[in-house]
């Protein structure tokens, strides 16, 4: 079973940056996607964004888009997610996912095969 593995969280000022990155334990084949979740506290845990492996194509909710960049390195099986302009709502856990044979629910956790154990962001004013 592909094990997954965040790192790269901490602790921000609100605008700064981080980088997010998610190691698979194996090659990231095709016609899979990878995805990031993230949980705040008191809330549920939200899809914001995710990378087609076959076509590199990446899809963000509004909420992150334009400040968040998905990219991905296959020979590396890593995917990182470049985080900008960083606001105290983006404070939660973030989860790094993945879907096996799928390029149209990656954006749906019932449907994840593989989860990360999840890194801390913390955005402060």
């Known amino acids: 079973q592909v094990q997954l593995e965040e790192s790269g969280g901490g602790s921000v000022q609100a605008g700064r940056s981080l980088l997010l990155s998610c190691k698979a334990s194996q090659y990231i084949y095709s016609r899979n996607c990878m995805a990031w979740f993230r949980q705040a506290p008191g809330k549920e845990r939200e899809w914001i964004a995710h990378i087609v492996t076959d076509t590199g194509n990446a899809y963000y909710d509004p909420s992150v888009e334009g400040r968040f960049a998905l990219s991905l390195d296959n020979n590396k099986n890593t995917m990182t997610l470049q985080m900008d302009s960083l606001k105290p709502e983006d404070t939660a856990m973030y989860y790094c996912?993945?879907?096996?044979?799928?390029?149209?629910?990656?954006?749906?956790?019932?449907?994840?095969?593989?989860w990360g154990q999840g890194t801390l962001v913390n955005v402060s004013d």
């Open positions: 996912a993945a879907t096996w044979n799928s390029q149209i629910r990656c954006a749906n956790e019932n449907f994840v095969d593989a």
